[in-house]
């Protein structure tokens, strides 16, 4: 299994960016996908995760209202939409594939999050 994210950038605060995990090796729908982000000199922490097919949409408290997370079956990709994007917002963003239950359990954020499959990350700057 591969994941490689896409479309970070730097952007000024209130912008808007669309980052993008595409999967090689899996099926995207068949899994939990979850969006992470890690700060330097933070923990790598849950952003955004989507699962059963994309019906169901889990997000973080800071996330709502901000950030869109949607998919494509037929590009087997998984999207964050990210707006009114703020200084804090500065991170590395990482997608991975989450064991299905601990999306249903709502777990996915939580410790263990080490044993997912990664991909190589991109880099969001907000200024």
């Known amino acids: 299994v591969q994941l490689v994210e896409s479309g970070g950038g730097s952007v000024q605060t209130g912008g808007s960016l669309r980052l993008s995990c595409v999967a090689s090796?899996?099926?995207?729908?068949?899994?939990?996908v979850g969006w992470f982000r890690q700060a330097p000199g933070k923990e790598r922490e849950g952003v955004a995760a989507l699962y059963r097919g994309g019906g169901d949409r889990l997000y973080r408290e800071f996330a709502k209202g901000r950030f869109t997370v949607s998919q494509d079956f037929a590009k087997n990709t998984v999207y964050l939409q990210m707006n009114n994007l703020q200084p804090e917002d500065t991170a590395m963003y990482y997608c991975a594939t989450v064991p299905k239950l601990r999306c249903i359990a709502r777990t996915w954020s939580g410790p263990g999050y080490e044993s997912y499959t990664w991909g190589q990350g991109t880099q969001v700057t907000v200024s």
């Open positions: 090796g899996t099926t995207l729908s068949n899994n939990c």
